[in-house]
């Protein structure tokens, strides 16, 4: 059977014609795609795609099907498996490693991200159980945040992976707390700085592991999926002994189904380097003996909502930064969100929001949603 056939045989399985009139159909653009991809795995079917060789109208769904049966499993994992290997004799989330996520993805360019993201730039799922639009859902997000952490005012807060400011700025203005923002993108300090002067809020360039003092309560958003699985005790560690003892800690998380210790070769090389979306073993594996798991909030659906809101900011605003980019990077950054999603619509992918204590919630801890 030649790669083609071999190709197609796949592709039935998922509903995918080869060249076929459905929107999610794959349109094959240069006949060497088959070999590349069999012989490639996942990078080559991206890069692939940055490169032209294929299309496909309705792009989230066509991942959304091909992930629902699992016919990425099924091409050649050459990548993978060398990836997988170099993951489990190197720590790639160490001191010395943790910048580089920063210098491929936050620093980017603020222009793409302030053309993406919504009014507060919160680059992390929103929460639409009673929003209709982008900036609703996110505020919503932030505030159901402080809501489960019970903010007092005065109360000092660390925000672990602080992003452009959108928490630290939202928290110290509606609930009166003071903030300190961590994050290792010199882009994203620039700009957090910016967005939150005036406000008792501080933003530092530093690495989780450099933090020696006590705060009230802690919050993590979007930044676990960049500490690796060789580091998750170290994280929890260093967490517990910079919290209070009558203070909680939220992980907001993207969580995956199945163990890994590694990430897609695509995803590592183009997006996210030496990032792990991790398990929900994995967490509890991490927590273990620091921490008390209150509460375990899962709403990964809103997360595919989320992402096809930013491609169509990003597709409709890409004329007006496109100067600073190429063709092949508005491929690969389309091919980056519409595949995203596909994971969450497949349910392979989840975001949980985990509310943790020291010792315990004296009485219990009352869920907020």
């Known amino acids: 059977m030649n790669s083609k056939k071999r190709a197609q045989s796949l592709l039935d399985k998922a509903d995918i014609t080869i060249n076929g009139d459905k929107p999610y159909d794959i349109k094959v653009l240069d006949e060497r795609f088959y070999d590349r991809v069999f012989s490639g795995g996942t990078l080559a079917l991206g890069e692939s795609y940055m490169d032209g060789w294929w299309e496909v109208e309705d792009l989230s769904t066509f991942f959304s099907k091909i992930f629902a049966v699992r016919v990425e499993s099924k091409i050649t994992k050459i990548g993978v498996f060398f990836y997988r290997l170099k993951a489990k004799l190197l720590n790639l989330q160490s001191v010395k490693r943790a910048f580089e996520v920063a210098e491929v993805h936050y620093d980017a360019g603020n222009d793409l991200y302030k053309v993406m993201l919504d009014k507060r730039m919160v680059y992390t799922c929103g929460y639409w159980k009673e929003a209709s639009n982008l900036d609703d859902a996110q505020e919503a997000k932030l505030d159901l945040i402080c809501r489960k952490l019970n903010f007092k005012e005065g109360q000092r807060v660390l925000d672990i992976g602080c992003g452009w400011g959108s928490f630290a700025k939202f928290a110290a203005e509606r609930y009166g707390v003071e903030v300190v923002g961590i994050t ?6 620039k700009l957090a700085r ?33 500490v690796g699985y060789k580091n998750h005790r170290e994280f929890m560690e260093v967490v517990s ?6 203070g909680l800690l939220l992980l907001h998380t993207i969580g995956a189904n199945i163990s890994a210790v590694a990430t ?24 273990e003996g620091y921490f008390v798991m209150e509460d375990w909030h899962n709403f990964g659906a809103d997360y595919d909502k989320t992402l096809m809101a930013w491609f169509e900011n990003f597709d409709s605003g890409w004329e007006s930064i496109k100067g600073n980019y190429d063709e ?22 989840n975001l949980w929001q985990i509310v943790l204590s020291k010792k315990g919630v004296v009485g219990g801890y009352t869920s907020i949603r």
């Open 184 to 189: 290792v993108s010199k882009e994203q300090l």
């Open 194 to 226: 910016e967005n939150t002067k005036g406000l008792s809020v501080e933003i530092r360039l530093q690495d989780y592991r450099d933090l020696d003092e006590k705060f009230d309560h802690i919050v993590s958003i979007g930044m676990f999926e960049h």
């Open 264 to 287: 897609d070769p695509w995803i590592h090389k183009y997006i996210f380097p030496n990032g792990l979306i991790p398990s929900a073993t994995q967490v509890s594996e991490a927590i």
């Open 328 to 349: 092949r990077f508005y491929r690969m950054w389309k091919y980056y969100l519409l595949l995203s999603a596909a994971t969450f619509r497949a349910r392979r992918n």
């Open 241 to 246: 002994k910079s919290l209070k003892d009558g």
